[in-house]
Nanobody, 115 residues
């Protein structure tokens, strides 16, 4: 049914910026929440940022003030603007959409922050 296509990762120097995108294709449906997860060192996966259909946002403390999540509901697409990137942001970022009781995951995109 629903397939998520994720893009925007890459290699960037500390202090640089990237924008991730995640689009749902194949089926039109109502998305309740959109967001990205990553795995922090020595811990399980954490929610980086999320946004509801109504526009309510949630951010990990480590990215507040640096990352911004927004969405285009008409296109079933979410975006994560990542500014002032730090080496500790290096990870694979997985987008996740929630529709009712169903979860959908993107393939993941690598973000590497290094000098």
């Amino acid at each position: 049914q629903v397939q998520l296509v994720e893009s925007g990762g890459g290699l960037v120097q500390p202090g640089g910026s990237l924008r991730l995108s995640c689009a749902a294709s194949g089926t039109d449906f109502r998305i309740d929440r959109m967001g990205w997860f990553r795995q922090v060192p020595g811990k399980q996966v954490e929610l980086v940022a999320s946004i509801t259909r109504g526009g309510y946002t949630n951010y990990a403390d480590s990215v507040k003030g640096r990352f911004t999540i927004y969405r285009d509901n008409a296109k079933n697409t979410a975006y994560l603007q990542m500014n002032s990137l730090k080496p500790e942001d290096t990870d694979v970022y997985y987008c996740n959409f929630v529709s009712g009781s169903k979860d959908y995951w993107g393939q993941g995109t690598q973000v590497t922050v290094s000098s």
